[in-house]
């Protein structure tokens, strides 16, 4: 009888594993994969009720039967174990292989505007300059001719007036020519503050309109007021204003030119940003390409500005926003500039 | 200036091209603009002769000359017929690039070796004056004096280079060939061969006038006045050597003596000109113009005079406009028999005003503008007496020399050492006494300070700084090393306004909208009608009527820019300026106007078409969108109220804008009557002034921290009307909420079924949270109550189900 029921119950518990197993080859879905489980190993599952059973074998057959048991319960769980983890793998192939999109279709687009390009240039050289030291000053657009012309060592009918065609609002008002006039009144603001180091960008009008002229347009000045300041120092200064600006390898030239604020003066040029210095169309062949002004402080202009010249000199510099802008950027008509189209605008 | 180089090389030793040349000028501060090389393409066009003619031997309208060019015979294959055995012809040889443009290669006609081109009048843009009458009918054929083999530009006398210099106003000396000359010698080491009148101090012996005066009513316009009486006057052509010198300086041939005059002042400087003494009635004035006064000048053109103008007159009438243009009536004509030749100063101002008023601008007047040399006044007469005699035009006999005042001759102390320390270059004594030696400057040294005697044709030179140009230029500016200054550490920074702007410009550029810059001139119309017209600054000058006067406002000109888009089909515009407006407070100007910073933006169409975004439309709201940003980002506590001015505004869709009770700018759509006036439909807009919003802006954060405590977030959607500002509807339930409710938004907003007409719905998420404890449902749920009671009493909303 006991015998009886011993292989009875053995060859229940081998069934129940084969058709488990069987099953377990044949489900594909997670929520299978637990019904079958709670059918075979839950509380009542058909295991558990198998385990039920044992209370009626003998004292010396129980262990043997038990066992038997664990050992199907392990195997089956750790093929549960297995099929779940194909199963997961399975869900994520399928997962992955449906879930495919065109990375070649557009991003959200964020709204994004653009700079004016005058005002990238104003930037990148306000930058520059303020890396060296310098600060930034400012003055009014609409100048008296005492600090536009007459402080700046240019009286009344000086021939080198004729050189700029001012806008008038009154004989002794008018809109500035150059941004020169921020240099007085710099000065007469920190003297005898030493050292004065500024540069100043901003607005300039002259009476002209063509492609290379507009009536109103971008400076930057520079000024450097100090005891000692040499030719050399504005040299310097400017060949590490013009390596920023147009690349690390430029070089600068000076050549001798006429301004009547500054004595010696310099036009400075920037060696190709284009063919290097070996001559092409932007530098017509010459290697050298003029950027800007420049020259030590007349004494009479110190003087103006508070400043003995016998004891400091300076330098001071002046360079066109849109030139620089146009040489940068590669543009060949001035009024693109202040047009304003946007499919040019928004090129920057 | 133009200076010609066969001229030039007179006057001093040149061993450089004229490229070459151009450049050592321009390196040494003359600036030389273009150098034009009149050979141009007559490089390898050369004289030969036809030494046979055949004909082709496969074409009958082809004719194979051999053609001796000097060294060499070459074939050439032409067309024309208008040639004969032993012409002389001008033979384009392989390589000439023509003046029309064609080049000239070897090429074969019909198998018969072609090297080069028998040239045509045409092929070489020269008139019909040059050559025989049978060149009309094909090639040029020129007389048998011709020489064989020579240059053809050469032949015709074009071998000369032109440098045309741009002149610097402080360099007027550079306006005679004498002193380019000298330049040239000084930054090349020559010495220079100038006329002995150039030199310094000369003294011409001649009579003194005896039967006229020269009477100076206005010693500062005149300073000194020279007259040269001439006699035995020829009138004749000027020999062909200074005609051509004249029109390579752009002058016009006319006879011996304007040609003399007009040699002179190119040569030396010195404008001249040549009365017809038998015309002169008594006395010369130099005098201002009398009220009414008349003149008929040379151009035959009668011209009133004002009462500042200059005139050289005689007893009886005027003669001429001083340093602008003669008279005609005392104009040198063929029958003139004796000569006054005038050389004086006038004043700059004087003959600047004059010129410019009557329109006359000329060589000489320009001269006189930018400066003369007084020294040499007399010496300049002498040159013309040499000229006069050489050339047989006339016979010097007198000289009346009225002088009122002359400049005093400069010296100027040049420090060795304080002309290092400024150029930043360690010179030599020597170095300083070779550059005063090339400059041929007179001085005394002692213990390397110079005493430098200054020329008077170098006018520019006043100040020790001048010399320090003078050393650095002719020692060359790459001498000058490159150091750093090496005074005190100083750290760049922008000052908190310049960082505001900047920033302001990012968080507007960062909003989408790209920045424009326009003309800070406007149209007054326009600009009265958005800005002030009572502050508005007209321009004396404007360069045109419709950028007359200083902007009040910057909408005009964004308006503008948007219009002109829209019209070239860029429908969707986003635009910001920020500029100056310009306030003036009277008329006209006693002082410098108010310069007022503003921020103004106009937006019109909508955001791009794009799969995945909506596009958004640019309205209202998105404006006040970008407004709140800029608040947000500024810390201001940003008001929007009604608006005040309706006119500009449609009334239902603007706002003015207030911080702190005070208004700083508007916001809105344009009004509908004034869309078809700017073309452009829906545009919105805004103007903000900067200064009072820069004042309020926050400088520093303070953080709060972050509550523990678990929020509650509670939704509520409520109807009103659709007159019932949102606004308002949030503020009740600010106030209700009290300190629990941390948080208000809208989420949406609905009109339509089936909410009823003339209402809309309001949808609400309310963060309720405390910095203390866990709320309990409980009490937001009544808060939420009380809440919804509240507005329900105040604006009769419903609550939506």
Redesign the interface.
Same mark, same amino acid.
């Given at each position: 009888m006991d015998l009886e029921r011993v292989i009875y119950l053995k060859s229940e518990i081998l069934r129940i594993r084969e058709e488990a197993l069987k099953e377990l080859r044949e489900l594909d879905s997670p929520e299978a994969l637990q019904e079958l489980k709670v059918r075979v190993l839950g509380k009542k599952g058909s295991l558990t009720a198998l385990l039920r059973q044992m209370g009626s074998l003998s004292a010396e057959e129980r262990p043997i039967m038990g066992q038997v048991v664990n050992e199907v319960r392990t195997r089956l769980e750790q093929a549960w174990e297995e099929r779940s983890e194909e199963l997961d793998a399975m869900a994520l192939q399928k997962r992955l292989a449906t879930e495919g999109i065109d990375i070649t279709?557009?991003?959200?687009?964020v709204?994004?505007?653009?700079?004016?390009p005058?005002?990238q240039v104003i930037?990148e050289i306000?930058d520059i300059?303020?890396?060296?030291?310098?600060?930034?000053a400012?003055g009014?657009?609409?100048?008296?001719d005492y600090y536009n012309f007459e402080a700046l060592n240019l009286p009344k009918?000086?021939?080198?007036r004729?050189?700029q065609d001012s806008?008038? %609002?009154?004989d002794e008002?008018l809109?500035r020519t150059q941004t020169s006039p921020v240099q007085i009144r710099t000065m007469e603001k920190l003297h005898p503050h030493?050292?004065v180091?500024i540069v100043a960008p901003g607005?300039v009008y002259r009476?002209d309109?063509d492609a290379t002229h507009s009536?109103?347009f971008h400076q930057v000045e520079g000024l450097?007021v100090?005891?000692? %300041?040499?030719?050399?120092?504005l040299?310097? %200064?400017l060949?590490?204003f013009s390596r920023e600006m147009f690349g690390e390898s430029r070089e600068i030239?000076?050549?001798?030119?006429?301004f009547p604020f500054t004595?010696?003066?310099?036009e400075v040029d920037v060696s190709c940003m284009l063919c290097g210095g070996s001559g092409c169309r932007l530098c017509k062949g010459t290697g050298w390409i003029e950027i800007l002004g420049s020259g030590?402080v007349?004494?009479k202009v110190l003087e103006m500005g508070g400043y003995n010249p016998q004891e400091v000199?300076g330098f001071a510099f002046g360079m066109g926003v849109e030139r620089i802008a146009m040489l940068k950027f590669g543009i060949e008509d001035m009024r693109l500039?202040?047009?304003?189209?946007?499919?040019f605008?928004?090129q920057f | 200036m133009k200076v010609s180089l066969e001229w030039l090389r007179e006057l001093v030793d040149l061993d450089q091209s004229a490229e070459e040349l151009a450049e050592t000028l321009t390196r040494g501060g003359i600036e030389v603009e273009n150098v034009e090389n009149l050979n141009k393409g007559f490089e390898k066009v050369v004289i030969g002769e036809i030494v046979s003619l055949t004909k082709h031997p496969d074409a009958d309208r082809l004719l194979v000359c051999a053609v001796n060019v000097g060294l060499e015979e070459v074939t050439i294959v032409t067309g024309a017929q208008n040639l004969l055995t032993g012409d002389r012809i001008p033979v384009a040889l392989v390589g000439a690039n023509l003046p029309n443009d064609l080049s000239i290669r070897k090429s074969k006609l019909r198998g018969v070796v072609s090297q080069g081109m028998l040239c045509s009048r045409e092929e070489l843009l020269l008139d019909g004056t040059i050559g025989l009458d049978r060149s009309a009918e094909g090639i040029l054929i020129l007389p048998t004096t011709a020489p064989i083999g020579e240059n053809f530009g050469h032949y015709l006398g074009l071998e000369d280079s032109i440098l045309d210099l741009e002149l610097y106003p402080n360099r007027p000396d550079c306006l005679a060939m004498v002193n380019v000359a000298r330049e040239v010698a000084s930054l090349t080491r020559k010495k220079p061969h100038l006329p002995k009148w150039a030199e310094q101090n000369q003294v011409l012996s001649l009579p003194v006038v005896t039967d006229f005066r020269i009477i100076i009513e206005d010693q500062e316009l005149c300073w000194r006045y020279a007259g040269l009486v001439v006699e035995d006057v020829h009138i004749a052509s000027s020999p062909e050597w200074m005609q051509r010198r004249l029109k390579a300086a752009g002058v016009r041939p006319i006879n011996n003596i304007v040609d003399i005059t007009n040699y002179v002042m190119l040569e030396m400087g010195q404008p001249l000109h040549a009365f017809d003494r038998d015309k002169i009635e008594g006395d010369v004035h130099v005098r201002p113009a009398q009220p009414g006064e008349k003149i008929v000048t040379l151009d035959g053109v009668e011209r009133t005079l004002q009462t500042h103008t200059l005139l050289i007159a005689d007893d009886s009438q005027p003669l001429g406009v001083a340093g602008v243009m003669g008279g005609l009536y005392s104009e040198v004509t063929k029958d003139t028999k004796r000569l006054m030749i005038e050389s004086a100063h006038f004043s700059s101002v004087s003959i600047r005003r004059t010129s410019r008023r009557l329109g006359l601008r000329s060589e000489a007047s320009n001269r006189f503008e930018k400066g003369i040399d007084v020294s040499g006044i007399v010496a300049v007469l002498g040159r013309v007496c040499d000229l006069l005699t050489d050339l047989g035009a006339g016979r010097p006999v007198a000289l009346v020399d009225e002088v009122r005042h002359l400049p005093s001759r400069r010296q100027i102390t040049l420090s060795t050492e304080h002309t290092s320390t400024v150029l930043g270059i360690e010179l030599q004594i020597s170095e300083i006494r070779q550059v005063l030696e090339d400059l041929n400057f007179e001085y005394k040294e002692k213990s390397g300070l110079f005493q430098v005697e200054i020329p008077t044709y170098r006018s520019d030179l006043e100040i020790e700084e001048d010399l320090m140009e003078e050393v650095a230029r002719l020692i060359g500016y790459d001498r000058i090393p490159t150091t750093l200054p090496q005074g005190d550490q100083t750290q760049g920074r922008r000052t908190p306004e310049q960082e505001f702007r900047r920033r302001l410009r990012k968080v507007l550029a960062q909003s989408g909208m790209d920045e424009v810059l326009t003309y800070t001139f406007t149209r007054a119309e326009s600009d009265a009608q958005w800005g002030s017209a009572k502050h508005q600054i007209p321009l004396l000058n404007p360069l045109r009527e419709e950028l007359g006067v200083m902007r009040t406002s910057l909408i005009p000109g964004l308006l503008d820019v948007a219009a002109r888009n829209v019209a070239r089909r860029n429908m969707d515009v986003s635009i910001f300026e920020i500029g100056n407006t310009y306030w003036g407070e009277e008329q006209p100007l006693k002082k410098l106007p108010r310069e007022e910073l503003r921020v103004a933006a106009v937006a019109v169409g909508k955001s791009e078409r794009h799969w995945r975004n909506q596009p958004i439309s640019y309205d209202f709201y998105y404006l006040k969108g970008i407004m709140e940003g800029l608040a947000l980002e500024f810390g201001l506590k940003l008001e929007f109220r009604v608006a005040e001015n309706q006119s500009l505004l449609h009334p239902g869709r603007s706002a003015d804008l207030y911080l702190q009770n005070q208004c700083v700018g508007f916001l809105g759509e344009i009004h509908p009557s004034l869309e078809k006036e700017w073309g452009l439909e829906r545009a919105v807009i805004f103007e903000l002034e900067l200064s009072t919003l820069f004042k309020r802006i926050r400088h520093t954060v303070r953080a709060h921290s972050i509550p523990r405590f678990p929020a509650i977030l509670r939704d509520l959607a409520v109807v009103v009307t659709v007159e019932t500002s949102a606004e308002a509807v949030m503020a009740k339930i600010r106030k209700l909420g009290g300190d629990l409710l941390q948080q208000v938004e809208i989420f949406d907003v609905y009109t339509g079924k089936p909410i009823p007409e003339d209402h809309k719905s309001l949808a609400f998420s309310l963060r309720y949270q405390s910095i203390e404890r866990t709320l309990t449902d409980e009490e937001v749920n009544l808060l939420n109550s009380r809440i919804l009671e509240g507005i329900q009493q105040d604006f009769g909303a419903e609550r939506r189900k």
């Open positions: 279709l557009p991003g959200t687009r709204a994004r505007g653009h700079y004016h005058l005002t930037e306000e300059f303020l890396g060296m030291g310098f600060q930034i400012e009014p657009e609409i100048e008296s009918e000086h021939p080198a004729e050189m806008f008038y %609002i009154t008002i809109l030493l050292p180091k607005k009476n309109d009536p109103m450097v100090d005891r000692g %300041i040499r030719m050399s120092d040299k310097g %200064i060949l590490n030239r000076l050549r001798p030119s006429f004595e010696p003066s310099a030590m007349h004494p000199t500039l202040f047009d304003n189209d946007l499919r605008l928004q | -």
